[in-house]
């Protein structure tokens, strides 16, 4: 099982980025999708979670109203769409997966199973 992290990079603040996660699991439409972040000597934080048909989101609060979180299971990718970004989004941006559940415990990075490799974020005052 592969977790593929893409689209991070270097932007000024108050710009926008896509991040793109495409996974090889076989059955990408039963997994919940989440990403999070981790910032240099801090911990990895969550940032935004789907659940497995799409019919629920949730974001950190830190990031509502700027970021989006999709999916298209026709083409076993998540997005996260990232506006208006400011120099705290920087931060090394990860995928996660975890097989259909509790969606109240969205949050909690142990309860997903599998992890993309990371894609670096960087946002210029």
């Known amino acids: 099982v592969q977790l593929q992290a893409s689209g991070g990079g270097l932007v000024q603040a108050g710009g926008s980025l896509r991040l793109s996660c495409a996974a090889s699991?076989?059955?990408?439409?039963?997994?919940?999708m989440g990403w999070f972040r981790q910032a240099p000597e801090k911990e990895r934080e969550f940032v935004a979670a789907?659940?497995?048909?799409?019919?629920?989101?949730d974001y950190a609060d830190s990031v509502k109203g700027r970021f989006y979180i999709s999916r298209d299971n026709a083409k076993n990718t998540a997005y996260l769409q990232m506006n208006n970004l400011k120099p705290e989004d920087t931060a090394v941006y990860y995928c996660?997966?975890?097989?259909?559940?509790?969606?109240?415990?969205?949050?909690?990075?142990?309860?997903?199973?599998?992890w993309g490799q990371g894609t670096q974020v960087t946002v210029s005052s």
């Open positions: 699991l076989r059955i990408f439409s039963s997994y919940d």
């Open positions: 996660a997966a975890r097989w259909a559940a509790a969606w109240e415990n969205h949050g909690r990075p142990d309860t997903y199973t599998y």
């Open positions: 789907i659940n497995w048909r799409g019919s629920s989101v």
